[in-house]
């Protein structure tokens, strides 16, 4: 993983890129808290993060929402990310986020919950 480009790259589709080719790939604890502390406000790049990561965390599903729900996506990301949150109620979990984007939360949870909420196809 080249952490540069995914927490300070030139551009969105350079960090999309490097987000692509970590798809499938197992990750080391220290790759995953880079992830997890990306700062971006692209749907494209926060779900592509959800996707790398597969964690059930209340952030990571909060990205996997935008990606399974997202009437243009990409339709193999979309049944990836289904496949990880099939077990969970949506309005259930859309309550949950809500509730969380109230309390004392980090500046990556703020942009995942805000952009999960502004998201047109999300109800």
Do not use: H, W
Request: with cysteine; hydrophobic share 40%.
């Amino acid at each position: 993983m080249n952490k540069e480009k995914i927490l300070r790259p030139t551009s969105e589709y350079e960090r999309q890129l490097e987000l692509e080719s970590l798809i499938g790939n197992d990750l080391s604890k220290e790759e995953r808290v880079i992830l997890n502390s990306c700062l971006t406000n692209d749907l494209r790049s926060m779900y592509l993060i959800g996707l790398i990561l597969k964690e059930k965390t209340l952030l990571n599903i909060a990205r996997l929402l935008m990606v399974s729900e997202d009437p243009v996506g990409n339709p193999d990301y979309k049944k990836m990310a289904k496949e990880i949150i099939v077990d969970y109620d949506i309005d259930d979990l859309l309550y949950k986020i809500a509730d969380a984007s109230y309390q004392n939360i980090s500046q990556v949870e703020t942009l995942v919950y805000d952009m999960l909420f502004s998201c047109e196809f999300i109800e």
